[in-house]
T-cell receptor, first 112, second 114 residues
């Protein structure tokens, strides 16, 4: 059974800083891993989906990597902005099938 | 194109009542999943529907049920509401629910139990 962990639970950084959010998972036979963003009181917005055959995916200032052997994924945010403030969640399918198993998220605050 | 639509956005109920939540997936998407989000437990899977059939079910009591219609719209029902059912209920859709497809989420229904 897949378990997903995100550390730290909260992070505060000054504007302009590059930062890394961490996600670890227990089942290395992972099909893919998805990163989401959640704004307060809102649903989840899909940011990046990395398939198991890929090592990383990029979208604008975001770059996500996947290391199956170590059970880790990272989300790199370049040149952070106050608008990046949100909770970031990672999720992976449970044992190769839906449903998604989510981490508890990292709440990011970017201070102007 | 329109995203996943959940109605209503907010609900206030009292213990013992029942409630029905609605989810309209992205056009063409046939898989609909439901999740419960609470501060303590985070996001937990409730169930998934595909072609009007429940395909997966999470570890929730039988008070939680759902269904899917021929147009892929889905409803979730909770009976005999308890205080612990207060949560944000999120719906997600994808083309077929295959693991290589991204899940697209709605903004959720905030359910408060008094």
């Amino acid at each position: 059974k897949q378990e997903v962990t995100q550390i730290p639970a909260a992070l505060s950084v000054p504007e302009g800083e590059n930062l890394v959010l961490n996600c670890s998972f227990t089942d290395s036979a992972i099909y893919n891993l998805q990163w989401f963003r959640q704004d307060p009181g809102k649903g989840l917005t899909s940011l990046l989906l990395i398939q198991s055959s890929q090592r990383e995916q990029t979208s604008g200032r975001l770059n996500a990597s996947l290391d199956k052997s170590s059970g880790r994924s990272t989300l790199y945010i370049a040149a952070s902005q106050p608008g990046d403030s949100a909770t970031y969640l990672c999720a992976a399918p449970n044992s190769g099938n839906t449903p998604l198993v989510f981490g508890k998220g990292t709440r990011l605050s970017v201070i102007a | 194109k329109a995203g996943v639509t959940q109605t209503p956005r907010y609900l206030i109920k009292t213990r013992g009542q029942q409630v029905t939540l609605s989810c309209s997936p992205i056009s063409g998407h046939r898989s609909v999943s439901w999740y419960q989000q609470t501060p303590g437990q985070g996001l937990q899977f409730l169930f998934e529907y595909f072609s009007e059939t429940q395909r997966n079910k999470g570890n929730f009591p039988g008070r939680f049920s759902g269904r899917q219609f021929s147009n892929s719209r889905s409803e979730m029902n909770v009976s005999t509401l308890e205080l612990g059912d207060s949560a944000l209920y999120l719906c997600a859709s994808s083309w077929t629910g295959a693991v290589d497809q991204p899940q697209h989420f709605g903004d959720g229904t905030r359910l408060s139990i008094l």
